[in-house]
């Protein structure tokens, strides 16, 4: 089982809203990744967790707040977000390391209106 | 620094050859990747090759490294309509982070 489960599949959100993205994986992987993805560009790395332990920010606005609440989940929570954060937001997990093989949830998309 | 490099757009005939290169700059890179992703999907990991090696196959798909030019390709043989997608080269360093670096994506469309 290679499958890497994120909900929900499309959100909405108002400007004041709070909401929350939500991945799974029963991998047994200890790092687990957040990326953002604009249309027709590449991912972009926000935050690494490694061992339950966020190891990266890739200066992400607080708006965005990780949580990793154990090995198997990974939360992002969103506030006050801006028309132009409205994307695909994509979770990973993988071993861990270079050299692992990281896979992808089939993302949220994110309607920031 | 950490640049990727593919072109934008390939086109091929239904079971063409199709090949898709990749350029990158950081010579410590250690393992470099291919993903697809398909309209209004995630990633799905295809291969990857670690940079001590030269080529790896894999059925259809045929991975060349050449790392003395910093040069990545994917062939993928008797391609299909199916394999209609944009195609993502990746690179990992030696750090322990897992962060993937990807290039811009290559297109492919695959003609009947």
């Known amino acids: 089982d290679t499958e890497v489960t994120q909900t929900p599949k499309h959100l909405v959100m108002g400007m004041t809203n709070k909401k929350s993205l939500k991945c799974e994986q029963h991998?047994?992987?200890?790092?687990m990744y957040w990326y953002k993805q604009k249309a027709k560009k590449p991912p972009e790395l926000m935050f690494v967790?490694?061992?339950?332990?966020?190891?990266i920010n890739e200066s992400v606005p607080s708006r965005f707040s990780p949580e990793c609440p154990n090995s198997s989940l990974l939360n992002l929570h969103l506030h006050a977000l801006q028309p132009e954060d409205s994307a695909l937001y994509l979770c990973?997990?993988?071993?861990?390391?270079?050299?692992?093989?990281?896979?992808f949830g089939q993302g949220t998309r994110l309607t920031v209106v | 620094g950490e640049d990727v490099e593919q072109s934008l757009f390939l086109s091929v005939r239904e079971g063409d050859s199709s090949v898709i290169n990749c350029t990158y700059t950081?010579?410590?890179?250690?393992?470099l990747y291919w993903y697809k992703q398909e309209p209004g999907a995630g990633l799905q990991l295809l291969t990857y090759?670690?940079?001590?090696?030269d080529m790896k196959q894999d059925q259809r798909l045929t991975v060349l490294l050449n790392k003395k030019d910093k040069h990545l390709s994917l062939r993928i043989a008797d391609t299909q309509t199916g394999d209609s997608a944009i195609y993502f080269c990746?690179?990992?360093?030696?750090?322990?982070?897992?962060?993937?670096?990807f290039g811009q994506g290559t297109t492919l469309q695959v003609k009947p």
């Open positions: 990746a690179e990992t360093y030696s750090s322990n982070t897992g962060k993937l670096i």
């Open positions: 090759i670690f940079s001590n090696m």
């Open positions: 991998m047994g992987h200890r790092a």
């Open positions: 967790y490694s061992y339950e332990k966020l190891s």
């Open positions: 990973a997990s993988s071993q861990g390391g270079s050299g692992t093989e990281a896979f």
């Open positions: 950081d010579s410590s890179s250690t393992y």
